[in-house]
């Protein structure tokens, strides 16, 4: 039930967009979609439905009518495009499936640059990008655009572009007030607001500069998923549920694998786990994203111009890889300037990451625990009161939860002084053996330029022979300084020398138009050398048939490659008891060669606890299991590779107001990177490597990063309709994705993560009244199968119901927009392992002078 409203206040530039009668002549909106253009699929201007590939690109006026809070959220209502959710503050764009929640498989630009955070791998959601102020359009490529744009593309792209302060000048303010967490039973309801400036002035003819600031602030999303990961380790006794002495809910750290052990009681053997913390008790759900950018134009002459850009942006939210992670005071910052002319552009840009005051809460907890007791210390106290309780008639279930209390006689209570400080002590220890910290400072320079040769160089080319040739360069620098437990310099002598990490690439492009224009096709060939790769060659081959101007039909053959991103390259972290290595040869030479699966590991002890629960001595047991183990089959990290087909069809009927986009694909990935579990005996002799690894402190356990064996396809498409008349605009989209796996599964192959089915339904009007417009959207996606470090198993279904109602107040330059995103406050999981997400009420004014 709702109890409250939630408000969101937005003030915007120029009001010229609201003022104008939406309401569209047939023949103006046929001009209007025909004349479309996109920048992304190519590289250079071409007509949107005319694209070679796949494309979804939504500009001002979708974002208006968008019954969403931001523009960024209305992107998950796209054809073919999923959003994750880690965080209020942290959203994961990503197409076509093997989604996680930091997806290094789709890149995500900003007016053309990169805007990934270096040691992530990916961009930590809009934190570098533009407030709905400043934003113009945004173009989706939901498939493989490695031949274009190099690493990180396989699964696609999101170019998000800006407004030129010379057509868009002004002051512009938006305010947005929300309340969430309406009846959560973990959470008061809270405020959160959003507050943006933009300023665009035009100086002189060839001089104009802008400048945006956003502030907000709130209350995350709260993860307290108590589904037990688990719930057998104790079968063979009969202690299941509550009565589980090694119980490990989802949400709940330090009771994972590495804060258990097999104890011997009472002539059996028992897994008993440390006692561990809820999620919500080591982390601040505080959320605040403090950012700005600039932008300083010069015009050399028409269409010709030098831009200098900066992003800034200083954020407290959640972050999850295989653990999840508390940023605070994380700092991204990112410098650009920019040549463009209509045959030529430069680019160079330096993104810098600083992760301030940052932990991890798996180790926050665990360490929260270790550092008022050490597990051998708190096991022995809990043997012996084990034993004690036992001695004198205590039930087995009640003689273990005696023996939990006696053992945590002492342990931080959450919310104590002594608690706090505690977690305020372990948050800047960087070594998880013994703290939480995570203190990382990375960066890349990247340089790329571009030259459309039949531009000017070979004009008669283009107008003679609808030929068009363009060549592109780039090269990608990381720098890492090593802080001696999340990076280390493999180099003998120079650990904490900076690391540098080098790809070089280069593209060539080749267009031709045939049948008088009917026919174009597309031919691109790209090649990459990494510091520890062979070249890699990628080509594009594409074809777009348009009998007439308004129906078009596409195909395209293309290959894309990802190599390993610096983590997983390079980390060399102690996370939870087991070393994370990267799987470059420099990192981890000797584990793979020494190493026994730890799921085979898990499997044969196990059996062998069962086996002594059953009356046989650990020596027989041992010998009987031996032949489950196995050994390690897997090496050093290689690239990742997938080759795609693609076809498609865009389409316009009655004179332009029902718009058809379909498509549909088939890709096939090898060489998945992924990661490995697997633990290293501390012998050599054959004989004795069963029984090292029995035992916790006779091996040592390793995530290793190197690539799946399987061959995986996945294929899919997705339909969109869109129908519009006298100025109601309604749209359904269906996307359909599906996983197949060959007869050689290896279980290593990242998880797909990635609904079958997922439905999107709107429609919305600008002005149905005089001032007065509206908007509503549908979204619904099947349950699907959740594939992590942190935890595996089935997501369930979901739909949100999305509103908003917008009235202009023309004479202050004024607008007010009141929604709700998840209206019926429905609390959900976008992913296992995360938050979950209700409902957000909302009004935003938008105000604006020029």
Known sequence: MIKHLFIVISFAGSTGAYAQDTTRLKQDTVIKILSEVTVSASRTRESLLRSPVSIQKVGEQYFRNAAAPSFYDALEHLQGVQLLTPSLGFKVLNARGFANTTNVRFAQLVDGMDVQSPHIGGPIANALGPSDLDVTNVEILPGIASALYGMNTVNGLANILTKNPFTSEGISIQQKTALIHLDNRESDAKVYTETSVRLAKVVSPKLAFKLNGTFNHGYDWIANDRRELNGQANASTGLLGSDNPARDPLSSYGNESSNRRTIALGGRNYVVARTGYDEKDVVDYGLRNIKADAGIYYQFKPGMTLTYLYHMALLDNVYQRANRFRLADYLVQQHGIQIQSNSVQLKVYLNRENTGNSYNLRSMAENIDRSYKPDNVWYADYSAAFNTALSSGTTLPDAHRAA????????????????????????????????????????????????????????????????????????????????????????????????????????????????????????????????????????????????????????????????????????????????????????????????????????????????????????????????????????????????????????????????????????????????????????????????????????????????????????????????????????????????????????????????????????????????????????????????????????DAYATLDAQVTYLFDKISCKAKLGASNLLNKYYYSFLGGPSIGGMYYLTLTYGLR
Do not use: C
Not at 574 to 597: D, T, Y
């Open 404 to 795: 939990r209390v006696a053992a945590d006689a002492g342990r931080p209570l959450p919310g104590t002084a002594a608690f706090i400080d505690s977690r305020n002590r372990l948050a800047q220890i960087n070594n998880w053996d013994m703290g939480a910290a995570l203190k990382v400072r990375a960066n890349f320079i990247h340089a790329e330029g571009q030259l459309d040769i039949t531009q000017h160089l070979l004009s008669e080319l283009k107008d003679k022979a609808g030929l068009q040739i363009l060549v592109g360069g780039d090269h990608r620098t990381y720098i890492i300084e090593p802080d001696g437990n999340y990076f280390i310099n493999p180099k003998p002598g120079k650990e904490y020398t900076n690391i540098h990490y080098s790809k070089t690439g280069g593209f060539i492009s080749v267009t031709k138009t045939l049948l008088n224009g009917e026919l174009k096709l597309g031919a691109i060939m790209r090649g990459d050398k990494n510091d520890y790769f062979d070249l890699m060659i990628t080509p594009r081959f594409t074809a777009v048939y348009s009998p007439v101007n308004t129906q078009h039909f596409r195909a395209s053959y293309q290959r894309g490659y990802r190599y390993p991103s610096i983590f997983e390259a390079y980390s060399n972290v102690n996370s939870g008891g087991v070393k994370r290595v990267g799987g470059l040869p420099a990192m981890s030479s000797g584990i793979f060669e020494n190493a026994w699966l730890a799921s085979s590991i898990t499997s044969f002890q196990q059996s062998v606890l069962n086996d002594v629960n059953s009356g046989l001595t650990q020596q027989e047991a041992i010998e009987k299991n031996t032949g489950l183990l196995k050994k390690n089959p897997y090496t050093y990290i290689k690239a990742e590779h997938v080759k795609s087909v693609e076809i498609g069809y865009k389409g316009l009927f009655d004179d332009g107001r029902f718009f058809i986009d379909a498509e549909a694909y088939l890709n096939r990935y090898s060489n998945f990177i992924a990661q490995a579990n697997m633990n290293v005996p501390n012998t050599t002799i054959t004989d004795s490597i069963p029984y090292a690894l029995y035992t916790r402190n006779k091996q040592s356990p390793y995530r290793m990063w190197t690539n799946s064996q399987t061959e995986v396809n996945n294929y899919g498409g997705s339909l969109g309709l869109t129908y519009s008349e006298r100025g109601y605009m309604a749209n359904a989209n269906v996307t359909y994705a599906k996983l197949r796996m060959s007869d050689k599964e290896d279980g290593l192959e990242d998880g797909f993560n990635t609904p079958s089915w997922t439905i999107n339904l709107s429609v919305a009007k600008e002005r149905i009244f005089k001032h007065a417009g509206a908007g509503l959207s549908w979204k619904w996606q099947s349950s699907y199968y959740w594939q992590s470090f942190l935890v595996n198993g089935d997501v």
